[in-house]
């Protein structure tokens, strides 16, 4: 059986029931996606330039997953 992740977000005020879970799933889901790319490319830029690595392997996180979760409002 295959492992599912599944995020929950309570709290929010983007829908009436103030509970999120599609968005911040499929949000961490292409943020994995984009990190298994994106932290060894960074990590090899960071050898020879820190500031250029360091803000490649922090666009998942900064970048990635707060655009793709805010797309799905529940």
């Known amino acids: 059986m295959p492992w599912i992740p599944c995020c929950v977000e309570c709290g929010s005020h983007a829908n ?3 509970c999120r879970i599609v968005g911040p799933t499929v949000g961490f889901v292409a943020f ?8 060894p490319l960074g990590a090899v830029v960071w ?9 490649i392997m922090g666009h998942p996180a900064a970048v990635v ?8 409002p529940i």
């Open 47 to 55: 050898c020879f330039k820190h500031a250029k690595g360091r803000r």
């Open 16 to 18: 009436p029931c103030r």
């Open 65 to 72: 997953y707060p655009n793709v979760s805010s797309i799905f």
């Open 32 to 39: 994995a996606l984009a990190a298994v790319i994106e932290w």
